[in-house]
């Protein structure tokens, strides 16, 4: 969803119709920045049609590797590292947004899969937030939550 596209973005407001994002909203295009901030405004003003989930890029070692820290650090000129910087802020953000959602209860909504080790979705439900992702040796609960991202 870093490649919103602006028309659809129009019918959605237009139509008052229910959309869900389902991740990776900065680093894959120019304008990051601008991408989340206007899904953010857009959650804001519309809480019940918008809805976004988190993708694996929702990670700051992921989008800072894609690029999100440099655009962030070189457009907004700030040292990305510190704690009140817009890229920590964001991604702080990031580790509280949900990671599935379920329409009529029929449809599974996740940015990557239910992988091996996912058997119900109470599993996803009683995931604590934040959620930060550990990419090295990951427990049972990591697993679960890697599996749901990628």
Not at 59 to 87: K, T, W, Y
Not at 116 to 131: D, Y
Request: with cysteine; hydrophobic share 40%.
């Amino acid at each position: 969803c870093g490649e919103v596209q602006q028309k659809h973005l129009k019918e959605v407001i237009q139509t008052a119709m229910i959309t869900f994002f389902l991740g990776n909203y900065v680093d894959k295009g120019m304008y990051s920045l601008e991408t989340i901030c206007l899904l953010m405004a857009l959650k804001v003003k519309y809480p019940n049609q918008i809805h976004l989930l988190r993708g694996n890029h929702e990670d700051p070692g992921i989008n800072s590797a894609f690029g999100f820290s440099d655009e962030c650090g070189n457009r907004l000129m700030e040292d990305v590292e510190r704690p009140d910087s817009a890229f920590s802020a964001i991604n702080r953000l990031f580790e509280w947004l949900p990671l599935a959602a379920v329409i009529k209860n029929k449809i599974l909504c996740v940015h990557g899969g239910i992988g091996s080790m996912l058997n119900s979705i109470s599993e996803i439900e009683v995931l604590q937030r934040p959620l930060t992702i550990i990419h090295e040796k990951p427990n049972e609960q990591q697993q679960l939550l890697i599996d749901i991202l990628w």
